[in-house]
């Protein structure tokens, strides 16, 4: 289970998508944000390949390591 750090970073990096999004700052889908996971050194958040930026949610955000590689347990498909 996320702590609330964890929980908190999620929904930053979400609402920094959607101001994103509502700036005009994205490019469809092939760029992103990404936030570090807390007291994970070289693991990050990051949107799933395929969504726009108004549709990230902190539900859907997947953790990755600076390979790129997912490592929560999803088979979600990344951009890294």
């Known amino acids: 289970m996320d702590s609330d750090l964890h929980i908190q970073t999620r929904r930053d990096l979400a609402a920094a998508?959607?101001?994103?999004?509502?700036?005009?700052?994205?490019?469809?889908?092939?760029?992103?944000?990404?936030?570090s996971v807390p007291?994970?050194?070289?693991h990050y958040y990051i949107n799933r390949f395929g969504l726009r930026f108004a549709e990230v949610r902190p539900d859907n955000l997947v953790k990755v390591d600076v390979q790129g590689r997912v490592v929560d347990g999803s088979n979600a498909p990344v951009n890294p």
């Open 39 to 42: 007291g994970e050194p070289g």
């Open 17 to 35: 998508y959607a101001l994103a999004a509502r700036r005009g700052w994205d490019d469809i889908i092939w760029t992103h944000l990404s936030a």
